[in-house]
């Protein structure tokens, strides 16, 4: 998959995610690694979501997989607890707020 379709996915499913019953600011950083690498940059502030193709250092969360790990968690050829616990993703940051987000993400 290349990275601007990936771009995309992320995109639509965190403009389509429910935010109502988030309740503090966040922002994270999605790395995919691999032949067509690429970042994305996601944060909620101030009730107001962005999102953009752009490395960001100043994150609260950084999230970092291939892109074939990418396309396995996007096609459910891999759960996402297995893909932590086998280091195909690796998380920095606030690890518990990355998986709430991905879980509101997967809706």
């Not at 999230?63 to 050829?77: C, G, H, P, Q, R």
């Not at 606030?94 to 709430?100: E, P, R, W």
């Amino acid at each position: 998959m290349k990275f601007e379709e990936s771009y995309k996915l992320i995109k639509t499913k965190f403009d389509r995610m429910d935010t109502s019953k988030i309740d503090k600011d966040f922002s994270g950083v999605v790395c995919i690694t691999g032949k067509d690498a690429g970042y994305v940059y996601l944060a909620y502030i101030g009730g107001r979501k962005m999102i953009e193709p752009v490395k960001h250092d100043k994150a609260n969360i950084f999230v970092t997989m291939s892109d074939a790990t990418f396309e396995d968690l996007i096609n459910k050829k891999i759960e996402p607890f297995k893909a932590f616990t086998t280091g195909k993703v690796k998380a920095k940051g606030n690890v518990f707020l990355a998986i709430s987000l991905y879980k509101k993400m997967k809706k």
